[in-house]
């Protein structure tokens, strides 16, 4: 059954999810609302690993409103890609916290679906630094995350939460384009 805070967490996610791919600074302090409502329902249902991940998440978005309001200059952060480098060494290190995080969750907690839950956590912390600044390939990290998602969240009865990923889903791939048109007027160069 949905609970009124399994609604409110999603409606505000929402909001922040689609500024986000809209590229909007708004995303941010909503999703710091969003997050802390999320934190409470997944510690109701047991999905430890995405309680961590919400509090992460509140700092980040803190982080990630100045970020894009300041960038490094002063002035707002450009949409740029990440370095090829980066995102292979982002994405080895991803699989191997979510091995070590999942054997702790399944050691010392009742965890549910342990290596699952820590995998959505460990590549929603490398899609969120990347949103942080404002790099393309974030939405390909979410894409990632939203598919591994649905299926986690619809095993828990989270069946709004599960629907609502799969619409994350299809904006994650409507904002990957969206930025990448909007980089590509800015016509900002591939980091050195």
């Known amino acids: 059954m949905t609970s009124l805070l399994e609604i409110a967490a999603n409606a505000v996610m929402t909001v922040s999810i ?17 997050c802390a409502l999320f934190a409470v329902l997944f510690y109701d249902t047991r999905l430890y690993a995405d309680v961590t991940l919400q509090l992460f998440f509140i700092v980040t ?7 894009w309001l300041r960038g490094g200059t002063g002035a707002p952060l450009p949409i740029t890609r990440a370095r090829p480098q980066a995102l292979i060494w982002m994405g ?35 899609a969120q630094l990347l949103l942080m600044g404002r790099r393309l390939q974030t939405w ?25 990923y799969g619409v994350y889903w299809i904006n994650a791939l409507a904002s990957w384009f969206f ?14």
């Open 18 to 34: 689609i500024l986000a791919g809209r590229n909007n600074v708004h995303s941010w302090w909503l999703g710091i609302i969003g």
């Open 61 to 67: 978005c803190v982080v990630g409103w100045w970020r």
């Open 92 to 126: 080895a290190l991803g699989l191997v916290a979510t091995a070590i995080y999942g054997l702790l969750l399944q050691a010392y907690t009742n965890a549910y679906a342990p290596f699952i839950d820590s995998g959505v956590l460990m590549f929603s912390v490398i």
């Open 140 to 164: 390909q990290f979410w894409l990632l995350v939203n598919t591994i998602a649905v299926p986690l969240y619809a095993s828990r009865g989270l069946y709004l939460t599960s629907v609502l």
């Open 179 to 192: 930025w990448r048109r909007k980089m590509q007027q800015a016509a900002v160069p591939l980091p050195a």
